[in-house]
């Protein structure tokens, strides 16, 4: 499963990057950069089972605390 994880973003990484350098979009290339390597990282710990967290249950505390809203 990691074997097809980092081909899958070996494929989209030589698809995107060259285009980039060409083009000299450095700013780009570098949140491009940042945002696959932040995918890719959550993606393997989610293989890897590793319990990553979760933004909706402090979004719903933030949602329900501040606002005192409730969606049940």
Do not use: N
Request: net charge negative; proline share 3%.
């Amino acid at each position: 499963m990691i074997v097809l994880l980092v081909l899958s973003y070996a494929v989209l990484i030589a698809f995107e990057v060259p285009k980039l350098v060409r083009e000299k979009s450095w700013r780009e290339l570098t949140v491009y950069s940042v945002l696959m390597s932040l995918a890719f990282a959550l993606c393997l710990l989610e293989i890897l089972d590793v319990k990553v967290w979760d933004p909706v249950k402090d979004t719903q505390y933030f949602v329900k605390s501040l606002w005192h809203l409730s969606y049940d």
